[in-house]
């Protein structure tokens, strides 16, 4: 099974760009079995998909934040990558980075450890 | 958005309890709902997947029904391993939706 494991920066300043990075090792993201998601989570809140990518580039996004979100793979580094613009102290979260499989219905498995993302200047 | 409301949002359990929590979706999401355990500082984990079939590796106290607008997860007797926050998700439309959590604690 694949593993996924986010990296970037912890501290972002308010209406700048968060940044995050999801490598997933021990399968392809190119192989077409997976979407591949971002979630958070707002400390002792509950969980907000964020959107997802598929290998091929395609995406779909939460209608709440599309005009801000943006999610893209890079099969060269069997990785993919969430830019969230103009962020404010409602951006501040744990951030998961999430397979599901790539049928209708499918379901979040496996994730990764979560990365904690703080909006404050 | 399809919005899905789990109750109670907390309970208190002993050891040995069976459990049981409900979700409800605001439309029919046919059997395409999920359920993941959560315990603190850690990433959820699927436990049920498509309303009723047991991810590998999950124990078998674990059980998971209902079709249509209404579905249940049920902990056949509690062990103290399973005190954690419990999230329903359904996977029929996007964006995909979650529902607020339960907290399962230690009476």
Partial sequence: QVQLQESGPGLVKPSQTLSLTCTVSGGSISSGTYYWNWIRQPAGKGLEWVGHVYASGSTDYNPSLKSRVAISVDTSKNQFSLEMKSVTAADTAVYYCVASGSFYGNWFDPWGQGTPVTVSS | DIQMT????????SVGDRVTITCRASQSISSYLNWYQQKPGKAP????????SLQGGV?????????????????????????ATYYCQQSYRTPLTFGGGTKVDIK
Avoid at chain 2, 6 to 13: I, K, T
Avoid at chain 2, 45 to 52: D, K, M, Q, V, W
Avoid at chain 2, 59 to 83: H, K, V
């Fill in chain 2, 59 to 83: 124990p078998a106290r674990f059980s998971g029904s209902g079709f249509g607008t209404d579905f249940t997860l049920t902990i056949s007797s509690l062990e103290p391993e399973d005190f």
């Fill in chain 2, 45 to 52: 984990n699927l436990l049920i997947y498509a309303a009723s």
């Fill in chain 2, 6 to 13: 789990q109750s109670p949002s907390s309970l208190s359990a």
